[in-house]
């Protein structure tokens, strides 16, 4: 009997152990609201990669999974578009980024199917901040509205769609093509 209870601790102890190494890596979101639209849906879970950050800052493209600028207490998804040093203007449905050495070039976002039209330009993002677009830029509440992210607001990146089970694979992390424009 003592083996048997000693069997079960054991394995009990494993599985904790497991458990908690798995939430210290890996954390699930739930996909609520259009704005990421049609590259995420409302319902749609992703698993969210928690550690990747401490190997290499956020890079454009990337789809990350953040605390709310509106309610700590909740979560956002948007997409990387400006970086710190940089600042980002939007012109006739495309997006430009004015880079810190002066570079300017537009991004090519085949992703984007409905791309926003309304103009904006803002100033140069501040050192340990991120400016994040929504994919479905029409009614989505992101960056333009006046409000960056703190990289110690960043919870991961979008790693692994995992519900539906039509949607299962890698999340759409997609780098934009950099265009000089002269």
């Given at each position: 009997?003592?083996?048997v209870?000693r069997?079960?601790?054991?394995t009990?102890?494993?599985?904790a152990v497991?458990y908690?190494g798995?939430?210290?890596?890996?954390q699930?979101f739930r996909?609520?609201?259009p704005?990421m639209?049609?590259?995420?849906?409302?319902?749609?879970?992703?698993?969210?990669?928690?550690?990747?950050?401490?190997f290499?800052?956020?890079?454009?493209?990337?789809?990350?999974?953040?605390?709310?600028?509106?309610?700590q207490?909740?979560?956002?998804?948007?997409?990387v578009t400006?970086?710190?040093g940089?600042s980002?203007?939007l012109?006739?449905g495309?997006?430009?980024?004015?880079?810190?050495?002066?570079e300017v070039?537009?991004l090519a976002e085949?992703?984007?199917?409905?791309?926003d039209?309304r103009?904006?330009?803002?100033?140069?993002?501040?050192?340990?901040q991120?400016?994040v677009l929504?994919?479905?830029?029409?009614?989505?509440?992101d960056?333009r509205f006046?409000?960056l992210?703190?990289?110690?607001d960043?919870i991961g990146?979008?790693?692994?769609?995992?519900?539906?089970?039509?949607d299962?694979?890698?999340?759409?992390n997609?780098?934009p093509?950099?265009?000089?424009?002269?």
């Amino acid at each position: 009997m003592k083996g048997v209870i000693r069997d079960i601790i054991i394995t009990v102890l494993i599985a904790a152990v497991v458990y908690l190494g798995l939430r210290t890596v890996v954390q699930s979101f739930r996909v609520d609201g259009p704005s990421m639209q049609p590259n995420f849906e409302t319902g749609q879970w992703v698993l969210v990669n928690k550690i990747v950050y401490r190997f290499h800052p956020p890079r454009r493209g990337d789809v990350i999974i953040f605390r709310s600028p509106h309610n700590q207490d909740s979560n956002l998804i948007k997409r990387v578009t400006g970086l710190p040093g940089e600042s980002v203007e939007l012109k006739e449905g495309t997006v430009y980024i004015h880079k810190a050495d002066g570079e300017v070039v537009s991004l090519a976002e085949p992703y984007i199917p409905n791309p926003d039209t309304r103009p904006f330009t803002g100033g140069t993002i501040p050192e340990g901040q991120i400016f994040v677009l929504g994919d479905n830029r029409r009614v989505t509440d992101d960056s333009r509205f006046g409000w960056l992210v703190p990289e110690e607001d960043i919870i991961g990146k979008a790693w692994l769609s995992t519900w539906p089970p039509d949607d299962w694979g890698l999340a759409a992390n997609r780098r934009p093509a950099e265009q000089p424009v002269s």
